[in-house]
């Protein structure tokens, strides 16, 4: 008895039908063409991709939220980049090939319906700014365009060369000696279409500034990861081509779509177009873009609109009745957000003392501001989006310059203490009234009737009695795996991601147990925990997570190192933050934000500064903050993580190679990571805040139906939207596993062959399969699936 217990034991751990999980793929392989290969020997009958070529396409932030009439003021430059890989897929058991200008080939990309901005669409190089300093805005190439970018800079290209000997009169800055082609992006890039850049192994588009520290010049900024093609920084709008009418004055909510559809095509690099059964190897992406919604509170009846009237306020109630008094085709919408930016731009100057209104016209036709010009938020506010790490910006004109707190912080701070706007739950609905809301359905962009909305037209929450989650719109809500009910097992969850699946997903309002998901809001994420995860860690090994880290130990362990062992605080404070009478976790989160460290600082005998890693024994600790006016924020140390609450080796990569972007043992952020060899992990799971699979309620409801589109391109099945299979590139075996695993333990195991992929990191991908399965076993692959199944 005992001899045939053991003998079915060890069948089941070869066949792969050990385990508390199903092996089998969550979809069918009806979409992909049955073959007869042979491996080893041995004929089995297989499934050849849908294509001979692949296409993946994403872009690296997941939402870009930004204006389009900078008239007054700009918070954040238009930059939404198109980034791709491809491959040539291993048809009939080859194996696939990823595609690179060795391979003689290029990629065309363009936005469908959407070939320019300027104009209708927005008014940004026609808005005067004094870009070289020279105290007037009448000199060639004196725009908004061209000033917001004048901190970076290049020697000789975008490869990150420095001469031998430079000095800064040999830099060439962006938007001075560099000027920027109207619709294109910063590194030149038109809107209307291209061929892309690829970026090689150390990255690409790699751009310098200076650091806040004197001696400290020449940072690199790699703007595009390895191995990426990339159209880098488009000015890209919400609004499609062929639904724009008339001058920008009469844009309306209904006008935006957020998803625009990016283009992707193959060439080959003499200008010739490549075709798969006679069409041009073509994908599709999504590129979302949206603005933030400052006119909802800031004007009409909203509640700083109020409470400015109640303070004094006038000018920006003249600003409304000037658009409305002589243009008759202004919008309603339009003239809400001119009225908007005044607001902002007279509550700023009473509360900070600044000038920015000083030669403001209400009768003016043009450049309402005067000789001030548009205001620039990051003239002051160091901000690491831009890549503007001092404070004040050394090339900024205008308007009398202060250093002033990171931007994100100012901003998030502000809001969170003057309209906390908790749910019903205590979570803050801020992020989403504040952070992009539109819907790519026209009915739906209507604040008044849209019940999903999370606030009305004037800025007043509908969710403060209810949960936020069952609301809708914007760049997370209603759209995100995260937040999608219909998500299944495996989650591949750490003990943290557990505590967050039953503490928070599985939980109404209340804090009541409920059976279905509601999932996660934006604080679960951007929190004191994921900061103090960051702090703790010193890893040796970061896929195996060896070395220091809380990220595999117990949630008991880890409320002890993050809250002394108090969960309550741990809970409300830390990981679900809470506003109540007491206490306000998310004002805290800015207010009180305490950076991590970046280097350490070591004078060596001879007097001569010396910047060491982070982790070194000696000299004395740099914070984020000394180094740049933006702190840590949007950079790795502050960022969320997906080892956060996934279990390894379901993570990112090491830090490092992205300096000071990310930094060396500690995770890089997400849009730099790579598994499965050279694959970029957004390739298979699309962008931050969009991951497959999307949220789909059908046609009319769905927030985001671009995305949902987007995954069905690789669907083995034509339903299946969850992250790409390896049927996308590979031939594959009737389990859904690659058949250049036939023979090992893992050919009849979906899902330990999806941790198998995630274990292999750049240079695996030369192993021999051998080789390959004698570094990440079976049976540790197996282990993990089943410990990290939901």
Same mark, same amino acid.
């Given at each position: ?8 034991l ?10 508390g999980?199903?092996e089998?793929?969550p979809?069918s392989l ?7 290969i042979e ?6 009958q297989?499934y ?8 993946f396409i994403n ?12 008239s007054y003021?700009c918070v954040i430059p238009?930059?939404n980049?198109i980034?791709?890989q ?5 048809? =009939? ?6 595609l690179?200008?060795?391979d003689k ?5 363009y936005v469908k319906?959407n070939s ?5 669409k927005?008014r940004?190089?026609?808005i ?9 805005m009448?000199?060639?190439g004196d ?5 917001v970018w ?6 000789k290209?975008?490869?990150?060369t420095?001469?031998?000997n ?9 938007g ?15 809107l209307?279409?291209g061929?892309m850049?690829?970026a090689?192994?150390k990255g690409g588009?790699?751009?310098?500034t ?6 400290v010049?020449n940072v ?6 390895s191995y990426?093609?990339?159209a880098?920084?488009l ?8 639904r724009?009418?008339g ?6 909510n209904?006008?935006f ?9 193959l060439?080959r690099?003499?200008?010739?177009p490549v ?11 999504t590129n979302?873009?949206?603005i ?8 009409g ?9 109640n ?13 409305k ?6 919008s ?8 908007a930016?005044?607001?902002?731009l ?18 003016a036709?043009t450049n ?7 205001v ?6 160091g901000?690491n ?10 090339t900024?004109s205008?308007?009398?310059l202060?250093k002033?707190?990171p931007l ?13 706007m ?5 979570r803050?609905?801020?992020?989403q ?6 819907w ?5 962009? =209507?604040?008044a ?5 999370i606030i009305?037209e ?6 403060s ?5 069952i ?12 937040t999608n ?13 557990k505590?967050?699946?039953?503490n928070?997903?599985? #939980?109404d309002?209340?804090? #009541? ?11 679960n994420?951007h929190?004191?925990?994921t900061?103090e995860?960051?702090r703790?860690?010193n ?11 809380? #990220? ?6 880890v409320?002890?190192a993050?809250?002394g062992?108090?969960e309550?605080?741990?809970r409300?404070?830390?990981?679900d933050?809470?506003?109540?009478k007491d206490?306000n976790?998310?004002?805290?989160f800015y207010?009180k934000?305490r ?9 060596d ?15 004395k600790?740099?914070?984020?903050r000394d180094a ?6 949007w ?5 969320p993580?997906c080892?956060?609450c996934?279990?390894?080796p379901?993570?990112?990569s ?5 300096f000071?972007?990310?930094q060396?043992?500690?995770?890089s ?16 799971h ?8 999307v ?9 985001d ?9 690789f669907?083995p099945?034509?339903k299946?939207?969850?992250p ?9 075996n ?14 009849n195991d979906?899902?330990a ?5 995630h274990f292999m990191?750049e ?5 021999s399969?051998?080789e ?12 993990i ?6």
């Amino acid at each position: 008895m005992k001899k045939a217990i053991s003998f079915a034991l060890v069948c089941g751990i070869i066949s792969g039908s050990y385990g508390g999980y199903p092996e089998e793929p969550p979809f069918s392989l009806k979409n992909l063409k049955p073959v007869k290969i042979e491996v080893g020997g041995k004929e089995i009958q297989a499934y050849s991709p849908q294509h001979q070529y692949t296409i993946f396409i994403n872009y690296e932030l997941g939402m870009h939220c930004v204006g389009f009439d900078m008239s007054y003021c700009c918070v954040i430059p238009p930059y939404n980049s198109i980034q791709a890989q491809a491959f040539k897929c291993g048809t =009939d058991g080859k194996l696939p090939q990823m595609l690179t200008p060795d391979d003689k080939f290029r990629l065309y990309y363009y936005v469908k319906d959407n070939s320019y901005s300027e104009g209708n669409k927005m008014r940004y190089w026609q808005i005067p700014k004094d870009v070289n300093q020279d105290s007037d805005m009448n000199d060639p190439g004196d725009n908004l365009a061209n000033y917001v970018w004048t901190h970076l800079f290049i020697y000789k290209d975008l490869e990150g060369t420095i001469p031998e000997n430079w000095s800064e009169d040999n830099r060439l800055r962006i938007g001075r000696e560099i000027q920027i082609p109207v619709d294109a992006g910063p590194s030149g890039k038109p809107l209307s279409g291209g061929f892309m850049e690829f970026a090689g192994r150390k990255g690409g588009n790699i751009v310098f500034t200076d650091s806040q520290i004197p001696q400290v010049k020449n940072v690199p900024l790699v703007l595009t990861a390895s191995y990426i093609w990339d159209a880098l920084g488009l000015p890209l709008t919400a609004f499609n081509d062929s639904r724009r009418k008339g001058t920008i004055r009469s844009i309306t909510n209904k006008d935006f779509q957020p998803y625009q559809v990016s283009v992707v095509e193959l060439y080959r690099d003499d200008g010739r177009p490549v075709y798969d059964n006679g069409k041009i190897v073509s994908f599709f992406g999504t590129n979302p873009v949206d603005i933030p919604n400052c006119y909802t509170c800031h004007s009409g009846e909203g509640i700083a609109a109020r409470l400015s009237r109640n303070k004094g306020l006038k000018l920006f109630d003249k600003e409304y009745s000037y658009w409305k008094k002589n243009y008759p085709d202004i919008s309603e919408f339009m003239a809400r957000q001119a009225q908007a930016s005044i607001n902002i731009l007279e509550l700023h100057d009473r509360k900070y003392k600044t000038d920015f209104l000083r030669e403001y016209n209400p009768e003016a036709p043009t450049n309402r501001l005067g000789s001030v010009g548009a205001v620039y938020c990051a003239d002051c506010h160091g901000d690491n989006i831009s890549g503007n790490l001092q404070s004040p910006r050394p090339t900024a004109s205008g308007y009398k310059l202060v250093k002033a707190k990171p931007l994100t912080e100012a901003i998030h701070a502000r809001h969170a203490i003057a309209v906390p706007m908790p749910d019903g739950a205590g979570r803050t609905q801020n992020c989403q009234a504040c952070h992009p809301t539109h819907w790519q359905s026209e009915e739906m962009n =209507d604040f008044a009737t849209n019940p999903f909305q999370i606030i009305d037209e004037e800025g007043n929450p509908r969710f403060s009695e209810k949960d936020q989650r069952i609301a809708g719109g914007g760049c997370y809500l209603r759209r995100d795996a995260h937040t999608n009910p219909d998500v299944k097992p495996p989650f591949f969850l750490n003990s943290i991601g557990k505590w967050f699946l039953e503490n928070v997903s599985k #939980r109404d309002e209340k804090g #009541r147990k409920i059976k279905e998901i509601r999932g996660l809001t934006c604080t679960n994420c951007h929190n004191f925990l994921t900061q103090e995860l960051y702090r703790y860690d010193n890893l040796e090994d970061p896929v195996l997570q060896k070395g220091k880290t809380l #990220r595999n130990k117990s949630i008991q362990e880890v409320i002890k190192a993050v809250a002394g062992g108090d969960e309550n605080r741990f809970r409300d404070y830390f990981a679900d933050p809470k506003i109540t009478k007491d206490q306000n976790p998310v004002y805290d989160f800015y207010k009180k934000h305490r950076p991590a460290v970046i280097v350490k600082a070591h004078t060596d005998k001879d007097g001569n500064l010396e910047l060491l890693p982070w982790f070194s024994e000696k000299g004395k600790p740099v914070s984020y903050r000394d180094a740049s006016a933006g702190s840590d924020w949007w950079l790795s140390a502050s960022e969320p993580h997906c080892a956060d609450c996934h279990i390894a080796p379901f993570v990112e990569s090491e830090g490092g190679r992205y300096f000071p972007i990310d930094q060396p043992r500690k995770y890089s952020l997400y849009r730099y990571s790579k598994a499965h060899g050279l694959i970029a992990c957004q390739t298979c799971h699309e962008s931050p805040h969009g991951l497959y699979p999307v949220r789909y309620e059908g046609e009319e409801r769905t927030v985001d139906l671009t995305t949902h589109r987007q995954a069905l391109q690789f669907s083995p099945d034509g339903k299946y939207t969850g992250p790409v299979t390896c049927a996308a590139c590979h031939t594959v075996n009737s389990k859904g596993v690659p058949v250049q695993l036939t023979g090992t333990p893992y050919e009849n195991d979906y899902w330990a062959s999806v941790v198998l992929i995630h274990f292999m990191r750049e240079g695996d991908q030369k192993l021999s399969i051998e080789e390959l399965i004698k570094k990440y076993p079976y049976k540790k692959s197996r282990e993990i699936v089943e410990k990290g199944w939901d």
